[in-house]
């Protein structure tokens, strides 16, 4: 017999609360104590592991969603479901655990896509704001904006209730420097660049359910002054002396655009305020050999009050924040990085005549940066989004259930993995904000960084029509920067278009496509007898279906993954189509034909399928072709196409040769949309 008691005095810290062990079991197992008014700290493990409440009441939290815990409940947690309990009562809640390995439950778990489904959560997916200060080009392209629309595209044909969210973000101060390059007022450059932002977006078949535009959207002025406010009441955001830059001539303060010099913490050549490279932020004064770009001069130091935020006591709550949800080691890294510093005190305004100065009157000439601005902006988009579908989405009282994905470039990483989490937990004390991150690297063109002031770039008005978007997002998707520095080259695209789009894909469809029409006038055939080699071949297809799926989904996304599982695809049916058709002429072997020309098609049925998210358009006209609806729903198996179904294969035109312009009024019309990047 093994007896065992509940026993405060023996309890020890661990995962945030109070927790004893249990020997003999045969299992992990012990007691645990949730004080009222704490909670466990979130964590998912490769265990399967059960609580019972004892005494006591609270809340489970589980994947972001919320169960009650009253004693007499049993909670059962499978392998990396990510749970915490929440005391919601005044007395102690008492709990017993049990834990064990299962490598098979945990391998199921690891690939399931309903444990890895947001379910009836509403799904908030963020392009980083691009900057109108010019148009975009490829590098811009190929990394947020194309990432959220896939991920957007997928979760929606899973039945989620999620929504693409960006905007302009207008207060930036490169858009000050273009506007006085152009000779134009800042709030009409925003403008301008902002529409031609929309219309390239547009052209990518980038639907957006949402686009602020900072600098006119009715009630966002006032509603940053509040969420400023609102860190300022928690006792954190304070106005501190601290030394800053100026012009030596002008006078002028120096950050972002205006000042450049060596990042203290990597010695890379960078701007104000961040580093490409490296990712980490620098105020400006702590530039190695800093240089104006308003006049020669050596830049003139002087301390400056603005209102600052001590960054560097948060540690352990951005840590318990990046437990949450879906943090790269990228991202944890660069945390890593910034906190091993003794001091880390971030300037939460500028003096600017281009923002929204806060309501607090302690500092005058002074606006809200920019970049803990686009904290708040992410929130009012949310409300903003709202308002037209009749939720109750409000920014000034985040939902609990929200869910909310964050799609951006490296250089952004501090900013939105590191900076924003802790500027809501000033301004929301109340809200743990449930957020996962998708981060990509530089792009590169030729080897080199996209450019405007070098003609270095791209602009997507220059390549992107209707015949070429797809091959665009294909290559775009199969080339993007994922984890490490790509490059984009014109005769590496241009192969990929001749050789693998039209002189593989399409040359497959248009063949299959002839034959069915040979053979089997026009219709899709019945499955006859089936070989080994045929029920071998609907396997491969359920395992690309597998990987695809979770190559697209919230966990393991990648594009690069995907594109690599639809050439998969592809190349597998044609290896299979090349030895089926040693005896598709005999007329002995015509039932064994019929299923395998089946196959066939069903596997242009689930690239049609599985192309959705990433190539829209060219999923819309493969499944019209095979005479079937758009697809709207992710398979959940490999379906033939129904027998009898009219197929218009063999002419098909998917994809068609695009040219980019070399003429000098169309270069030079397209160079003037972009401004600096």
């Not at 194309?146 to 979760?155: C, E, M, N, P, S």
């Not at 809501?424 to 449930?434: F, R, V």
Request: hydrophobic share 40%.
């Amino acid at each position: 017999m093994i007896y065992d008691r509940y026993d405060a005095e023996t309890l020890h810290a661990a995962f945030g609360i109070r927790m004893s062990d249990i020997d003999g079991l045969g299992v992990g197992a012990g007691w645990g104590r949730v004080a009222p008014g704490q909670a466990s700290t979130s964590h998912q493990h490769d265990e399967t592991e059960f609580f019972v409440i004892v005494e006591g009441r609270g809340q489970f939290v589980v994947d972001g969603r919320r169960y009650d815990a009253r004693p007499g409940t049993l909670a059962l947690f499978e392998p990396f479901e990510s749970h915490v309990l929440e005391n919601t009562g005044d007395t102690d809640l008492v709990f017993l655990t049990q834990y064990w390995r299962d490598s098979g439950r945990a391998l199921t778990s690891a690939g399931n896509q309903e444990r890895m489904a947001f379910g009836d959560r509403p799904v908030f997916v963020f392009s980083t704001p691009p900057t109108p200060n010019g148009d975009l080009h490829l590098g811009h392209l190929s990394g947020p904006y194309l990432g959220a629309d896939a991920f957007v595209r997928f979760q929606r044909m899973n039945g989620t209730e999620a929504w693409h969210l960006t905007g302009s973000d207008d207060y930036q101060s490169y858009v000050i420097a273009c506007a006085r390059k152009e000779g134009r007022e800042p709030a009409e450059t925003a403008a301008h660049y902002s529409a031609e932002i929309a219309e390239t977006l547009a052209l990518m078949d980038i639907p957006l359910d949402q686009y602020t535009v900072t600098n006119v959207d009715p009630g966002y002025r006032e509603g940053l002054r509040d969420f400023f406010s609102r860190m300022v009441a928690s006792g954190w955001a304070s106005i501190a002396a601290k030394d800053a830059l100026f012009d030596a001539e002008s006078g002028q303060y120096l950050y972002e655009v205006d000042v450049s010099g060596d990042c203290p913490g990597c010695g890379a050549p960078t701007g104000g305020n961040i580093c490409e490279d490296c990712g980490e932020p620098n105020t400006v004064a702590d530039l190695e050999a800093p240089q104006s770009r308003i006049s020669p001069a050596e830049p003139r130091r002087a301390p400056l009050a603005r209102w600052s935020l001590p960054l560097h006591v948060f540690r352990d709550d951005v840590a318990a924040h990046h437990r949450l949800g879906r943090v790269p080691a990228r991202l944890r890294e660069l945390a890593d990085r910034l906190f091993a510093r003794p001091e880390l005190d971030i300037p939460l305004t500028h003096p600017s005549s281009w923002g929204v100065p806060p309501a607090e009157t302690d500092v005058d000439g002074q606006v809200i940066w920019v970049w803990p601005e686009m904290s708040y902006g992410f929130l009012y988009g949310i409300q903003a989004l709202g308002g037209r579908l009749g939720r109750a989405w409000q920014a000034d009282e985040p939902g609990a259930d929200w869910k909310i994905v964050h799609f951006f470039g490296y250089d952004n990483s501090f900013y939105h993995s590191v900076l924003y989490p802790v500027l809501y937990q000033l301004a929301h004390p109340d809200w743990s904000p449930d957020i996962d991150y998708h981060v990509n690297e530089f792009y590169l063109l030729d080897g080199a960084k996209f450019s405007t002031s070098r003609r270095h770039a791209i602009w997507g008005k220059e390549i992107l029509t209707p015949d070429s978007v797809d091959a665009v997002r294909y290559f775009l998707s199969r080339n993007r920067p994922e984890a490490e520095r790509t490059d984009f080259r014109r005769p590496a695209y241009d192969a990929a278009l001749r050789d693998t789009l039209i002189g593989t894909w399409q040359h497959w469809l248009n063949d299959l496509g002839c034959r069915v029409a040979k053979h089997y006038d026009g219709k899709a055939p019945d499955a006859g007898n089936w070989t080994p080699e045929h029920s071998a071949f609907l396997a491969r297809l359920g395992t690309r279906l597998a990987a695809v799926t979770a190559a697209l989904g919230s966990e393991g996304f990648s594009l690069n993954q995907a594109a690599a599982e639809l050439d998969g695809l592809v190349d597998d049916t044609l290896r299979f189509s090349r030895r089926e058709a040693l005896t598709a002429q005999s007329a002995y072997w015509q039932n064994e034909t019929r299923t395998a020309v089946a196959l066939e098609l069903a596997a242009a049925r689930l690239l049609a399928h599985a192309a959705t998210p990433v190539m829209p358009r060219f999923a819309g006209r493969l499944a019209a072709a095979l005479g079937l609806p758009e697809p709207t729903a992710w398979p959940d198996t490999v379906e033939l196409v129904p027998q009898g179904s009219e197929i218009r294969l063999a002419d098909a035109v998917f994809f068609k040769p695009a040219t980019l312009s070399d003429e000098p009024a169309a270069r030079a019309a397209a160079d003037a949309r972009g401004a600096d990047g």
